[in-house]
């Protein structure tokens, strides 16, 4: 069965560090990764997708499959990145999405 | 673009009671989805919806849930009896198709609470 696991409950960064909130991921098929963010009083939302290889906000990730890992990065963390960040993975005929416990992230001043 | 709409945003009631929950999805989205997060942890999905149709419904406590889409548009969801450990945020989202390349979109979500 799949799984998504998110190690940090919680993580704390001072503005301008570089911050990295890492997933790791068991999944027996051909893995389709996702973040999701939640900002406070806000909807859960897609923040960016493996496939695109995209840059959403100055955060990247890129899927290492030997380390079965979708680590988030951000060379320098913004207060306004302090959120809960989720990690989740599409999986079998239905694509159903799988989600890691999530990290809340507070970006200190 | 209209979200997705859910109601009510908080409930309180008491074990062996009845609830309900609404959710209407983004207009066209074909694909209706229902998930449990209980404090602590991410979205579980209870059920999914492809139009009318049911996808998925594997994770679903059917001796206490039940769950409906009869027109293909808003859905309910329904818990009897409740019991304790059902309290939780109950979240719908909505996509355009059945495709992972479009992304779910999420209602604010139903608080749960069983006393």
């Known amino acids: 069965a799949q799984r998504v696991t998110q190690p940090e409950k919680l993580l704390s960064v001072f503005k301008g560090a570089p911050v990295e909130l890492k997933c790791n991921y068991s999944?027996?098929?051909?893995?389709?990764l996702f973040w999701y963010v939640q900002y406070s009083r806000q909807r859960l939302q897609l923040l960016l997708r493996h496939i695109s290889r995209e840059s959403i906000k100055g955060f990247t990730a890129d899927l290492n499959k030997g380390e079965t890992s979708f680590h988030l990065k951000k060379p320098f963390a913004q207060e306004e990145d302090s959120a809960m960040y989720y990690c989740a993975l599409i999986s079998g005929s239905a694509r159903q999405l799988t989600f890691g416990s999530g990290t809340q992230l507070t970006v200190l001043p | 673009e209209a979200g997705v709409a859910q109601s009510p945003r908080y409930k309180i009631i008491e074990k062996r009671q009845s609830v309900a929950f609404w959710c209407n999805p983004i207009s066209g989205h074909a694909t209706l989805y229902w998930y449990q997060q209980i404090l602590g942890q991410g979205p579980k999905l209870l059920i999914q919806f492809q139009n009318n149709g049911v996808v998925d419904d594997s994770q679903l406590p059917k001796d206490r849930f039940s769950a409906e889409r009869l027109k293909g548009v808003d859905s309910t969801l329904k818990i009897q009896p409740a019991k304790l450990e059902d309290s939780a945020v109950y979240l719908c989202?909505?996509?355009?198709?059945?495709?992972?390349?479009?992304?779910?979109?999420f209602g604010d979500g139903t608080r749960l609470s069983i006393l």
């Open positions: 989202a909505s996509s355009p198709i059945w495709d992972s390349n479009q992304p779910q979109h």
């Open positions: 999944y027996s098929g051909s893995p389709e």
